[in-house]
């Protein structure tokens, strides 16, 4: 009989699997908004609709995907179950390298916050003492029950949602604000947009982790797909007001010369009362990308546990039912980041988070594919609108994000590329080695059953 660790525990309705999405796209716009608008001026906000709207197919396949396998795991299970477990490997630990990155890239833009409103000669030493109390905290909130850490989100997310919308309401009527700040629309030409839409892919990915907590949701797998394509509208509303509302409160050059550029427009208008209130919105935003990607990328790691991909330890629960060693390599990795946080690669490495996630989604949507033609018996309790059509649309706009990353890559990127999944192959070949040696580790769990189709339904 197949052995079990136990289970996770439903308890995520569908709200805040919308908040947790959203929470987990939302990145820190203040540290980087005015390199943004330096991209293609106020047409970044097209940028922004560009992208959003090549990863709603991409969002609508991981509806259908996940109401198929309500398991832990999800873009790990799905490329398992129409690739096997080689392929599957490769592509989640292309996922891993975006989720680990993106936990430095937010510890890294949180102290640059605080360095910004409260302490301006911050040491090297002070920076990483303070990042590895606030990772201790986050690993801490990732061990008790995971209706906390949700709970932690929605209180962000109204943070966040209230002072961003808020603010850019201010600086469209304030006295400042002027359309004629909008021109050149496209500031450095078609070329421009075009680069600031290759780009902007990084801005965008998050929503997939709500796949990743199948198991804990107790709202109805049929409709998972709302809060994914939610979040992603969300988001594409939000940036692009932001930034069509900071773009229309100076010239060109002055915005894009401007570091922190909502709280200090709003400092110069209003007052330091929206200054702190922008920053701590953008703290709240980070906060949130830490909690989200922490939780997802630790239930990546249960999936592979789980699957015989890695060791069965990476399966165990703790008594609070969500993810045990797991929770614990996430920590670690996250560790080995902020100490090497103030080395010049890795600004680099974050380069690397969209090609992992391009990687990642090429392979969901091949996925989603195949499982359509070969698979035609297995059950769908929802199925995408479009069908196989979509499955394609979302192929184009995965490969799309994979091929403006690429090529974007600096010499610096690629060296980085190929030693990572060097590395990563490095321990494919130790893990198969041990696992012809220690075959009892290795063993394939019981996958988690998928809800009733009368309660999918429902």
């Known amino acids: ?31 980087m908004t005015n390199w943004w608008i330096s991209l293609t001026g106020p047409s970044i906000a097209l940028a922004f609709i560009f992208v959003g709207l090549m990863c709603i197919p991409i969002g609508l396949v991981y509806g259908e995907l996940t109401a198929m396998f309500p398991q832990a795991g999800g873009s790990y299970v799905y490329i398992r179950k129409a690739f096997g477990t080689e392929a599957t490997y490769w592509a989640n630990w292309a996922l891993m390298l975006s989720y680990t ?26 920076f990483i003492a303070l990042a590895l109390i606030i990772a201790f905290l986050v690993f801490m909130l990732n061990t008790r029950e995971v209706s906390i850490g949700t709970g932690v989100q929605f209180v ?22 002027s359309t004629s700040n909008w021109t050149p629309f496209l500031q450095n030409g078609v070329d421009g947009l075009l680069t600031a839409t290759a780009l902007m892919v990084t801005m965008f990915f998050g929503f997939e982790v709500v796949p990743q907590f199948a198991e804990e949701a107790k709202y109805p797998v049929n409709k998972h797909w709302r809060p994914m394509v939610g979040a992603i509208l969300f988001v594409i509303l939000f940036d692009s007001a932001i930034t069509l509302a900071e773009s229309g409160m ?17 400092l110069n208008n209003y007052g330091p009362w929206l200054q702190y209130s922008i920053a701590l919105a953008n703290i709240a935003a980070l906060s949130g990308c830490l909690v989200g990607f922490w939780m997802g990328g630790s239930r990546i790691l249960l999936a592979m546990g789980r699957s015989g991909g890695l060791p069965r330890m990476f399966a165990k629960v703790n008594k609070n039912k969500v993810p045990s060693t797991a929770n614990y390599v996430i920590f670690g990795i996250v560790i080995m980041f902020i100490l090497l946080t103030g080395q010049s690669w890795l600004a680099s490495l974050f380069t690397l988070m969209a090609v992992g996630v391009g990687i990642t989604y090429t392979g969901v949507s091949l996925s989603f594919i195949k499982l359509r033609l070969k698979n035609k018996d297995v059950p769908r309790p929802w199925r995408v609108p479009g069908g196989i059509v979509m499955g394609f649309l979302a192929l184009v706009g995965s490969l799309l994000i994979a091929y403006f990353t690429f090529v974007y890559f600096t010499t610096e990127v690629w060296v980085l590329f190929v030693v990572y999944f060097a590395i990563v192959g490095v321990i494919r070949l130790a893990l198969h080695y041990d696992t012809r040696k220690h075959p009892d580790k290795y063993s394939v769990l019981e996958e988690a059953k998928a809800p009733e189709p009368t309660v999918a339904g429902k």
């Not at 990155?101 to 949180?110: I, M, N």
């Not at 002072?163 to 600086?171: D, K, N, P, Q």
């Open 1 to 31: 009989m197949a052995e079990q660790t136990g289970e996770l525990k439903r308890s995520i309705g569908g709200l805040r699997l919308f908040v947790l999405a959203v929470a987990s796209i939302v990145g820190p716009w203040l540290v």
């Open 101 to 126: 990155t993106v936990l430095a890239f937010q510890l890294k833009s949180l102290m640059s916050i605080i360095q910004y409103l409260w302490w301006p000669d911050m040491t090297t030493l002070a």
């Open 156 to 177: 962000i997310f109204l943070v966040l949602a209230i002072v961003g919308f808020g603010y850019v309401s201010l600086f469209f009527v304030s006295p400042t604000f």
């Open 250 to 266: 100076g010239s060109f050059n002055t915005v894009i010369n401007t570091p922190m550029l909502g709280a200090q427009l709003a």
